[in-house]
């Protein structure tokens, strides 16, 4: 049983390193530039990426803002093992101001011809 749950930790550690690789190289980003962006030592970055690591939860703050996408975007991803567009693009978003939320709106919409 406790091989098991070895076993279970293990993949689970995979998949989240798996998770935060994907996130990482779509960003266009190397280990080194995520590392400096979350304030993390680039060995930490590989660690967590080969899932041999176990993030604490500053760690995993960090990185959230290295990548920058909210925790719960970090985790929802990661729970769904894909990638969530939509929920990225609205913690792009939320970091914008009213006006230029507006103006991706009107992009949106002229770029799927609605109005």
């Known amino acids: 049983m406790a091989k098991n749950r070895l076993t279970t930790w293990t993949k689970l550690h995979r998949r989240f390193g798996d998770q935060v690789r994907r996130m990482r190289t779509s ?4 280990q080194e530039a995520l590392a ?3 304030d993390l030592s680039v ?5 967590i990426e080969r899932g041999s690591f176990s993030p604490s939860l500053d760690t995993l703050g960090k990185l959230s803002v290295g990548l920058d ?15 969530d567009g939509v929920a990225e693009i609205c913690d792009y978003l ?16 002229a770029m799927f011809n609605e109005s």
């Open 27 to 30: 960003r266009e980003l190397t």
């Open 36 to 38: 400096e962006r979350s």
């Open 43 to 47: 060995d930490a970055v590989r660690r």
């Open 69 to 83: 996408v909210s925790l719960k975007t970090l985790f929802h991803t990661f729970d769904m093992e894909r990638s």
């Open 94 to 109: 939320a970091c914008r101001t009213g006006p230029e939320v507006k103006q991706a709106w009107r992009v949106l919409q």
